[in-house]
Every structure is written in structure tokens, then in C-alpha cells.
């Protein structure tokens, strides 16, 4: 069923009883997005926090000479929205697009909010949920500002393993910050060098 | 006195009882850290949430050419750890150093778990204040991927106009992605330009 996939996540972290669950399913929307969708679009003001339950969804911006940079892949399992348009109702610099026909929950701010409310526990889960993407997010910072793209894609391919062959690979490319053909050419070389297929 | 500082910061988000915050004296502690003394060394496991009361911290990793990376200040007011190391209890990347002699309170991970219970107001500010701090990262990110120096150079004078003038130039540059020899040619530009003094 497919709240399980949710529930499954939650109780890693915390406990949910049986009335909990039941609760949890009266907040969430589901949503189905087709590949090349989008959930937020740049100068929208972001409403919801969304949940992959499949696919993957990939956060990019398009810089001053209007070319894409991904930002972040959220692939299943993973929470993804713009934190700062959500609690400062700015409009957004970025936009959330499904890479291939997925399935999100979108749970509300205010949702989200009256939630701990009625259930305290959901308070840790999303504090921990939101602590371990402040993580992913320090580690990349790391990667971009200390290691090459080499490091990046060998990276990338131990952490999204699922993703590597089935993203198209300008994505990967603008992920780790190099142009698709300096990436074909990197690519190349490692497969010569027999570190990757 | 010394907790107002954090008080503030918390009751921009929460309320306190006057309990509450007898309470929370007795899960902090205090602690002075002279300049460019350690609260965190690479390879260490971190225990402790820093809240910097004064002065100002510099969270920076050394890359495999041994030269200093800085990946985010932390002025008064803030919060750092490395949430990674506390979660999963590994070492650290990292190292946390005072750029001047600063005051902070140490929140170890466990206190900061139980006090959730005895006060669940709290979790609420806990959750906002990494849920802010997931906003600086992405804002970092996207600075560092998609803008010039010279813009990221603004945009840091315009969040942290305090450290401009007070932090070793060589830290700025660092920050913003260039050698220093680059961000004192970009500076001298600027001024000539009327963009800074």
C-alpha cells in the first residue's frame, strides 16, 4: 500500500501507532507527476514539502546566461522543497521538476505545523529528516568547494547508484559541475582506466 | 546576563515559561574559546551543538593540497556543529576554530534530546533553527554554483556586514572560492568602481 512507503521512513526514526497512521494519510496529498513536470517553478511561492514515494525529482536554477544547474537529485525515500519560500513565503530561485513519471505525498506547512500538535512525535521525525538533509547539503557543499569532478562523479555514483545510468547524463554533468562534454571525455577515461563500466 | 542571548533567539520562535528557561540554563554550558582555538578538529567525533553567544566561528576543511577551505562563518547569534558526525557518530571533516576569542554554549546531542521531552516547545526551535540553516546551505550552494566572485563577494558583505572588515581577508576569499592574491585585485576594482570602499 502506498502510505507504507512514508510509514517505512517514519518509523525508522520514530514510533507510529495505529491511530498515527491513520492521522498521517488525512494530511498528505498524493500526487502523481509526469517526467519533465514540475512540482515548483522559479517566482512561485513553494507551498508544500513533497515526499518521493517513486522516481526522482532533480532541483536546479537557470543562471544569468539561461543555462540549467542542478542543484540536487531527491530520488525515492527523500523529502525535497524550498525550505526558505516555504517559512518566508519568498518566491522561489529554483525549480523542482520530476526527471522521470514519479509519485510525491505533499504535505502543507501548515500541515506540517498542526501535526506535531496532534502527534509530538512527528516533531522529532521532521527535525531529524530535516537535520540529515542539512547534512547531504554541508557534504556537497564540501565536494564542490574541495574536490574534483572526478571525486564528485566517483561520489555520485556510490551514493546514487540507482541513478547513474538511469538520469540523463547532462544532468549528472551540471550536478557536478562540469560541462556534458568535459564529463563524455571524464567519463571516458575512467572507463580506459577500468574505475567505472 | 549571559542566557539572554539565547533567549531571544529562542523566543523569536517559541515562548518560555520563566521554568523553561531555568531549565534550559541547566542543559547548556558555557564555554570561552580564545582566537584560533578548536571546538571541533578533523578526525574528531563530534559531541556538542555550538551556540555563539560572541565573536565569531569559521567551520573550514584542509583539501588534499593542505590548503585551508572555509565553508561557512558562524557569527553571534548561531548555531554550528557538524550534524553528520553528531547523528552518526563518525569523524569528523571538519574543523570549528574561533576567528576572535568568543563566547559560546555547548548543547550536547543527548541533552538536546531529552529536553525535548521536558520542554517540546523546544523541538519547534530546534527544528526551525536547522530548517534555517538548510536555507543558508542551499543559498551557499547556489552562490557557489551559479554566481561570479564579485557577486558572491556582495552577497556576503550583505549577510554578514559585521565580519566584512573584522575577519582575515584571506577567510573571505576562501569563502567565496578564490586565492587571495584574486580577491585583492577583485577589491581594488570594486573600490575603483564606487561598488565598495
Redesign the interface.
Known sequence: MIFEKIFEKMTDIISLSKEDKEYIKTIVTFRKVDRKDFLLKQNEIEEYYYFVISGCLRTY?I??KGVE?V?QFSPQGWWIA???SL?FHTRT??NIEAVFDSEVFMLSRSNMINS?KRC?EL??Y???S??????F??????E???MTAKQRYLNFCEKFSNLVEAVPQKYIASYI?VTPEFFSTMKKKLRENGVKK
Open positions: 536554477i543562471d544569468s544547474k542543484i524550498d525550505n526558505e517559512i530561485k529554483f506535531v509530538p516533531r522529532s521532521y527535525a531529524e530535516v537535520e540529515r538533509s542539512l547534512v547539503l554541508r557534504n556537497r557543499l564540501n564542490i568547494l574541495n559541475g
